[in-house]
Nanobody, 124 residues
């Protein structure tokens, strides 16, 4: 059973930076397809970024491309999301997701395993 635990959320002023972490338990990380999603109050969950280690590919939604970077540390069995130039519209609960199938479309329905979420609040 894959377990995901996020950390690193918090409050920051617009223009600032945060790094989210997702620790993976119960599976060999390098065989998972992984991603970050977020959900703001009253809005649907949306994809932020995904990474496929096996296929050396990454995906970013348009609104974060150039500001956010998804990466992994194989030695620490962890996934990261470095967020820079944060905007108030980035405020949301951020979720780490993983699946054994490398579908590659970065859609929430492609992921079976989810973390509990970590809150990011950006004040303008």
């Amino acid at each position: 059973q894959v377990q995901l635990v996020e950390s690193g959320g918090g409050s920051v002023q617009a223009g600032g930076s945060l790094r989210l972490s997702c620790s993976v338990f119960g599976y060999t990380y390098t065989t998972l397809y992984m991603g970050w999603f977020r959900q703001a109050p009253g809005k649907k969950r949306e994809r932020v970024a995904c990474i496929d280690f096996d296929y050396h590919s990454t995906y970013y939604t348009d609104s974060v491309r150039g500001r956010f970077t998804i990466s992994q540390d194989n030695a620490k069995n962890s996934l990261y999301l470095q967020m820079s130039s944060l905007k108030s519209e980035d405020t949301a609960t951020y979720y780490c997701a993983a699946d054994l199938s490398h579908v590659g479309t970065c859609l929430s329905e492609d992921f079976r395993y989810w973390g509990q979420g970590t809150q990011v609040t950006v004040s303008s």
